[in-house]
């Protein structure tokens, strides 16, 4: 961590000593020193931190060091904001400025004597350097040799797209449990707890029982409630309620978010009652509490419902298995047999151990006592190492024989964590300890938080490579260490959504309140850090509504804030006071994240951050941004999605450095293609050279905007809206010059069915040439509510397509889809609304080899599909939605053999009936009886949806 602050703080010198050198004056030289010092010691702090839990003298050296860097940071950034203030397009703007504040003696004195205070202080620091430097018998001119990852590439390869490791030992535990929730009173709830230690595997277990094929066939309505130590029970029943309704394809009410807990756990009663038979799991419950309170919501009825539960803690285990055929599932640690397996398949993927580290190997694992935590946590550590080396190997092991004598297999699963984290490479550290802003069990957008790694400067630039993909370069090497759990992903394999395992969050936790990484709070009276507070991340508390924020008030030093997060937070008026006392103080703040808060205008403070880089006002309020935006000449990421803002002022022109513009309202919730208002911007937003991702740019106002649009060559995502016919043309020619394009999504001018035709074949040669379309990875082309007619040529060029989205683009007969695309080697997913008038879609035989997700809706005309052998081989979704011609399920999908998930929603009565009324020894029954799940869904009446759910021999129809 301290080598990552020096760093960036010499990097920040070297910039002023470029920028600022006039400005600085006299002081030029004492900067010039203090740079040169922190250079020297950069290469022995990489080592010296790997070292540090060896010596506490080591580690004060180093706390001294970070301390010095961040308040060397501090001064200058209060120079260059008291003397410089803000550029008008340069130095010149505001030379006047500069000259008139220059004239303020008295605090260029109190500068002096601060850079003066810091260069004795540094000198003394590397005399402390050169002395543990001899001691250690450390050579800086290899440091960080072992831990610097010299050979990193950016890449989506196995530690993305293949299972972290091989589970072991897990089928029979879950065969069992599968007979346990099968088996018993069909008339009575049964509970199933899993009792075990942290790190044992509990919720994986329990993951992959309640997804099992056999479970979901037999309760069509489950869900899973991560509980956690700190329950907020009222939070957890709107959970539920949450997971229950989307289950069902049904709306959840409003009123749900102001009627008191007893009405959410009868409202969550009745609900169970009217569906039927349901599976729910309650994850890493710690309290019995939480069980007595829950078990009241949850009706026995007569349909043989199940609970699984996951605990820690035996009296919680015991407590909610209290009936005769309740069964409390106790979890062991892994044999030697399964421990050395899963142990190769993280380090070896699957081959033997080579025999000349087989005993170091076995001597580590004795080590990890058949915990898999700790197992995937070594093995990540040491699948990082040269296997030729077994010096390498040899170090691990002699570090765990004295780090892991400790009383409880806990306390050595946590070592055993603090020393893969003592092995990352320095430029890792900071942004591990990073997560320590997010709540236990949160599930953390992947994208947000490497955007917030580069606005805090924990990422390095690179000569050649793009910031972003040094960035998740850096979180594929945390997942490749096993460090970061991957929850969800993207169709093209790359993470969404990440969590980290509760053990782990511990000793981030830990290792953050050392170093003073980011000071948490939820509001609530406490003591804060006698250091001074940098990074403040603010979380809800179930009791903050009651606190009053001025009896901690005089606790709090905001001047040397650097970062300020909301993460969730609950009471407006809390949160309210918090953020004007932090913007009154903090005028050095660099990142300000202020997403979902009850902000209704940009408060005025925010534009006197000079230094900002980062703003979030996402799902706040906010309608309108104030010309004074402009003063945030740093700016480089600005996100106001899903606020009310619909138009910027020509003052963003100013902002040069902004990489990420994200203004844009969601309008239809229920629409994620084209319910969205974008935004009007000036008519020379070309001038924002540094744009990487514009969302969502209002094209309605003509062809200056598109043609603005081409001269953002450095554009990696764009989404346009409200385009119109006559700028089709314009667009294509953009589009030329945008070589680093990933991600298009574009919607037409035009209400209801009446969209433009948009011809997007022009410039065909130049689009579909090696030179454009070699950049266009994993492009997403979203063509929503725009009208096309002929597929455009180029399309079929995209050889690293992975999803596309036709919305009502109405091709004409002769113009099927699937003959542009079928050979397109990446394509992942499709979603076609409407944009077919044909009869009849065949997918070839060799066809759709990548396929895995695909939806067909609102083709009038569509009369019959077929499906050869050998086309979409790995295909696992298949939506068919309102084809009122389609009288038969396609020809062919017994081929179909990966297909998982079968939803026909809206499709005509005979088709419906055909599927609804089968017979067990029919030819049309054994066409689908590998698919595990079919819903038909569609609207009675009386204007109820209703969902029918087929599972093999068993119908379960379902009223939601």
Not at 389 to 399: G, N, P, V
């Amino acid at each position: 961590m301290a080598a990552t602050v020096v760093s960036f703080v010499s990097n920040h010198l070297a910039t002023l000593l470029r920028e600022e050198g006039s400005l600085l004056g006299g002081l030029r030289q004492e900067v010039q020193l203090i740079k040169d010092e922190l250079g020297h010691m950069k290469a022995f702090l990489k080592v010296a931190e790997a070292k540090e839990d060896d010596d506490p003298r080591l580690q004060e050296w180093i706390n001294q060091v970070r301390e010095a860097a961040y308040d060397i940071e501090d001064v200058l950034d209060e120079f260059v904001l008291r003397f410089a203030g803000y550029r008008h397009h340069g130095f010149g703007g505001s030379l006047q400025r500069i000259l008139k504040a220059s004239k303020s003696l008295r605090a260029r004195h109190q500068v002096a004597s601060e850079i003066q205070s810091i260069k004795s202080r540094i000198k003394n620091i590397s005399e402390g350097r050169q002395r543990y430097q001899a001691e250690f018998a450390i050579d800086d001119r290899v440091a960080g040799s072992s831990t610097m990852t010299n050979s990193w590439r950016y890449s989506r390869d196995d530690a993305l797209l293949v299972e972290e490791a091989k589970l072991v030992g897990i089928d029979q535990p879950k065969q069992h449990l599968i007979s346990e929730l099968l088996e018993g009173d069909d008339y009575q709830l049964k509970v199933v707890s899993v009792l075990g230690m942290g790190g044992l595997g509990k919720t994986t277990l329990v993951k992959k029982v309640h997804e099992d094929p056999d479970v979901r066939k037999n309760f069509p309505v489950r869900a899973w409630v991560t509980v956690s130590q700190t329950c907020d029970f009222p939070k957890r029943l709107r959970d539920l309620i949450w997971q229950l309704h989307k289950e069902l394809n049904k709306s959840v009410p409003q009123f749900i978010e102001s009627i008191s807990t007893t009405e959410l756990k009868e409202f969550v009663k009745d609900f169970l009652q009217q569906v039927g038979r349901y599976a729910i799991v309650f994850d890493d419950v710690w309290d019995v509490e939480f069980w007595n309170e829950i078990k009241f919501a949850l009706p026995e009825g007569n349909y043989g419902n199940r609970v699984m539960l996951t605990t820690r803690k035996a009296d919680v285990a015991f407590a909610s298995c209290t009936e005769s055929q309740d069964f409390v599932y106790k979890m062991e640690p892994l044999s030697i047999e399964d421990s050395w397996t899963l142990f190769c398949n993280k380090i070896f993927k699957g081959n033997r151990c080579p025999d000349h580290l087989m005993d170091v190997a076995k001597a580590v694992l004795d080590k990890c006592d058949g915990l898999p935590l700790a197992i995937v946590a070594i093995g990540g550590l040491l699948a990082s190492k040269d296997v030729s080396r077994i010096d390498e190997w040899e170090m691990i092991q002699q570090s765990l024989g004295g780090e892991l004598e400790g009383t409880g297999k806990l306390e050595r699963v946590k070592r055993i964590l603090s020393l893969s984290y003592n092995d990352l490479p320095s430029h890792l550290k900071p942004c591990l300890l990073y997560l320590s802003i997010y709540p236990e069990d949160y599930l953390i957008d992947s994208r947000t938080l490497t955007q917030l790694w580069i606005a805090e400067r924990f990422v390095e630039w690179r000569e050649g490579m793009n910031i972003e993909d040094v960035a998740w370069g850096y979180f594929n090497e945390l997942i490749s260490r096993s460090l970061i759990q991957v929850a969800e992903v993207f169709y093209e394999g790359l993470p969404d959504k990440c969590q980290i395992h509760d053990l782990l969050r511990e000793v981030i936790l830990m290792k953050s309140r050392e170093q003073n990484m980011v000071t948490v709070t939820t509001g609530q009276p406490m003591t804060w850090p006698s250091e001074k507070v940098r990074r403040l991340a603010l979380h809800s508390s179930s009791n903050s509504s009651n606190i009053q924020y001025h009896q901690q008030r005089q606790f709090y030093s905001f001047e040397h804030l650097r970062s300020f997060i909301a993460v969730s937070f609950t009471n407006p008026l809390l949160s309210k006071t918090f953020l004007s006392e932090v913007l009154r103080s903090s005028k050095l703040l660099k990142v300000l994240d202020l997403r979902g808060e009850e902000i209704e205008e940009t408060p005025n403070e925010i534009f006197s951050l000079l230094h900002l880089t980062y703003l979030s006002l996402y799902g706040t309020k906010v309608a309108r941004v104030p010309r004074a935006i402009g003063k945030l000449q740093h700016l480089e990421h600005l996100n106001l999605g899903n606020t009310g803002v619909r138009e910027l002022p020509v003052e963003i022109l100013k902002l040069l450095k902004l990489r990420h513009l994200r203004v844009y309202q969601q309008v239809d919730p229920s629409d994620s293609d084209y319910g969205y208002h974008g935004f009007k911007g000036p008519s020379k937003l070309g001038g924002l050279l540094a744009l990487q991702r514009l969302n969502s740019i209002d094209a309605s106002s003509g062809s200056v905007i598109v043609k603005e649009i081409g001269k953002l060559t450095q554009l990696r995502v764009l989404y346009i809206t409200q385009l119109r016919r006559e700028d089709g043309k314009e667009l294509c020619s953009s589009l030329v010059n945008l070589t680093s394009l990933q991600q298009l999504r574009i919607a037409s001018v035009g209400k209801g069915y009446d969209f433009e035709i948009i011809d997007l074949n022009h410039h065909q040669h130049s689009l579909s040439s090696s030179s454009s379309c070699s950049f266009l990875q994993s492009l997403r082309l979203l063509l929503v509510r725009g009208r096309l007619e002929t597929m455009p040529v180029w399309i079929t060029h995209l050889q690293n397509l992975v999803k596309i989205n036709l919305s009502w683009s109405r091709l004409r007969a002769d113009e099927d889809p699937l003959k542009s695309l079928q050979h397109l080697p990446n394509l992942d997913a499709i979603n076609f609304c409407g944009c077919y008038q044909g009869e009849g879609l065949c997918f070839k035989a060799g066809g759709f080899q990548k396929l895995k997700w695909l939806w067909l809706k609102k083709m009038e005309g569509l009369r019959w599909m077929a499906v050869e052998e050998g086309a979409c081989p790995h295909l696992q979704r298949l939506i068919l939605h309102r084809l009122p011609s389609l009288e038969d399920l396609p020809s062919g999908i017994q081929h179909l053999s990966h297909l998982q998930e079968l939803y026909l929603y809206e499709m005509s009565s005979q088709l419906m009936e055909k599927v609804g009324n089968q017979k067990e020894d029919s030819e049309d029954y054994r066409r689908i009886a590998h698919i595990p799940e079919i819903d038909i869904g569609f609207y009675a009446d009386d204007g109820e949806w209703i969902i029918r759910r087929l599972w093999g021999k068993k119908k379960k129809t379902i009223l939601a």
